[in-house]
């Protein structure tokens, strides 16, 4: 799992694209489909905290998990100029502890992708059945094997902005079905009165899932399967999806 080091400096920045309201208005619906419309709400996977923050106006309390202290660092501060009432911690999710249940666990923006080896996916499902209220809700999207093969797979993309700049590669491993990021960063800086820009690199693995693996490792975690759609929608999982949302329900400790 990638900490997110120096990308998480520039993360908000370059991810300005992502409909983080509208993507949270999607998952509250779902949440609100079964009833869950406040209470206890633990996130994985919270990055700089812009869903997190959007769930706690949504009247949930906010319990977020990251394992990157640079990006926890960066949601520490909207939480301090927003004065909202959000525990942050700061723990990986294949042995994250919390002193009680919630009602949901919810997990997007591909988090659960960056868990590359299937007995580790299993123990973060059975964590997150441990901790879910009896019946409770678990909410969590994935990239698609199609979108790694399809549409990121062998391709470069590049932005150049005034405040960053990064070029972003991408190599998919048909065999073992491992997107790698290979991450180039440009920031400035400011040295002896001049701004000067200081390359930085990261390299980032992600795990292309089908569904019926997902399905299977959710079973064996104790857990029930309930649904999987295709990306802000309730439609079924086509052959070109490029995201989709899981639902699963605790079942029994």
């Not at 106006?57 to 100029?81: R, T, V, W």
């Not at 988090?111 to 678990?138: A, C, H, Q, W």
């Not at 992600?206 to 990306?231: N, P």
Request: some cysteine; hydrophobic content about 35%; aromatic content about 14%.
């Amino acid at each position: 799992m990638s900490s997110y080091e120096n990308f998480a400096r520039v993360y908000d920045l370059f991810m300005d694209n992502i409909p983080y309201e509208e993507w949270c208005a999607y998952l509250t619906g779902l949440l609100r489909e079964y009833n869950i419309e406040d209470g206890l709400i633990l996130e994985l996977g919270c990055g700089t905290g812009n869903a997190t923050r959007i769930l706690s106006s949504s009247g949930y309390d906010m319990i977020a998990i990251d394992n990157s202290p640079d990006m926890l660092e960066i949601a520490m501060e909207k939480k301090a100029e927003d004065g909202q009432d959000i525990l942050y911690l700061l723990q990986d999710m294949r042995e994250f502890e919390l002193y009680g249940t919630v009602r949901a666990v919810v997990s997007i923006c591909d988090s659960m992708n960056y868990i590359t080896e299937k007995e580790d996916l299993l123990e973060v499902f059975r964590l997150v059945n441990n901790y879910l209220d009896p019946k409770g809700i678990f909410i969590f999207d994935l990239n698609t094997p199609y979108k790694y093969r399809e549409i990121l797979g062998e391709q470069t993309i590049a932005e150049d902005r005034e405040d960053a700049s990064f070029i972003w590669d991408n190599y998919f491993d048909e065999e073992e079905n491992i997107n790698e990021y290979d991450l180039s960063l440009f920031i400035p800086e400011e040295h002896s009165g001049e701004i000067l820009y200081r390359k930085y690199e990261e390299v980032h693995y992600q795990k292309a899932y089908t569904l019926e693996e997902i399905r299977r490792v959710i079973e064996a975690s104790g857990m029930k399967f309930l649904a999987a759609y295709d990306a802000f929608t309730h439609d079924p999982v086509k052959e070109d999806s490029e995201r989709i949302y899981i639902l699963a329900q605790e079942s029994g400790k």
